[in-house]
């Protein structure tokens, strides 16, 4: 795990917080980390930063099939998937792949993966120049990848800690737009397939050497299935 920053996890359902960083959490609401004010800054490049963290290992690995090292050092904020979101993908299209030559024993693997798809895929992550959670609200704000999508990233309240925090917990979240954004409040009948994809993010914030890093939650599917 990182020598200079920790990772709290975020799962989808639940928010596992330790008591004492709670405690801790009431000081100040501009930096949380899953839930934790802590210090964003890092000596390492975001590449780096990756490598020596075992949430990445499998991330790492695709990267450097891809040859976007470079990239992912560059000017830009990078919104990182975990290797459980690798894995669940993995296994989606493994499913597909036995059923497609009725082989129950093919499976796909990381060697499977095109490399212009993978390209396409991790530049999907990527945004030019630093995104900061100074520069989000909780207005709804629209910012395209390195591959000409938009989403939206922005910051959302909960008042489920109202007996611990002095104030609202602001979390943020990334969102894939599908057929222009969504309605809010969401109509009873809105078509699951135009439904924008929102995630959770379990980590942001990490200011590395070269750029910015946040962390999407374990659930997520890489690449947004």
């Given amino acids: 795990m990182m020598n200079k920053l920790k990772i709290y996890i975020v799962k989808c359902g639940g928010i596992l917080l330790l008591a004492t960083l709670l405690i801790t959490a009431c000081?100040?609401?501009?930096?949380f980390l899953g839930g934790s004010p802590t210090n964003p800054q890092s000596d390492l490049s975001t590449y780096d930063y990756l490598k020596q963290n075992n949430l990445f290992d499998t991330l790492v690995l695709l990267i450097d099939r891809a040859g976007m090292k470079n990239e992912i050092n560059g000017d830009?904020?990078?919104?990182a998937p975990t290797d459980y979101s690798i894995k669940a993908l993995l296994d989606i299209r493994?499913?597909?792949?036995?059923?497609?030559?009725n082989d129950e024993?093919?499976?796909?693997?990381?060697?499977?993966?095109?490399?212009?798809e993978l390209r396409d895929?991790?530049?999907?992550?990527?945004y030019k120049g630093k995104i900061v959670r100074d520069d989000l609200s909780l207005e709804k704000q629209v910012y395209k990848n390195m591959v000409g999508e938009d989403f939206i990233i922005r910051l959302k309240e909960t008042t489920d800690y109202s007996g611990i925090f002095s104030k609202p917990v602001k979390y943020m979240y990334l969102t894939?737009?599908?057929n222009g954004i969504d309605p809010d409040p969401l109509p009873e009948a809105f078509p699951q397939e135009n439904?924008?994809?929102?995630e959770l993010l379990q980590t942001s914030g990490i200011l590395t050497k070269?750029?910015?890093?946040?962390?999407?939650?374990?659930?997520?599917?890489?690449y947004w299935r």
């Avoid at 895929?121 to 990527?126: N, P």
């Avoid at 070269?210 to 890489?222: A, E, P, Q």
Wanted: proline share 2%; no cysteine; aromatic share 12%.
């Fill in 94 to 101: 493994t499913s597909l792949l036995r059923v497609a030559s």
């Fill in 210 to 222: 070269t750029g910015v890093l946040h962390v999407i939650n374990n659930n997520h599917y890489f």
């Fill in 121 to 126: 895929s991790i530049s999907a992550y990527l």
């Fill in 176 to 178: 894939k737009i599908i």
């Fill in 76 to 79: 830009v904020t990078f919104f």
């Fill in 195 to 198: 439904t924008d994809k929102e």
């Fill in 27 to 31: 000081k100040k609401d501009d930096h």
């Fill in 105 to 116: 024993n093919v499976r796909y693997t990381l060697d499977s993966f095109p490399v212009n």
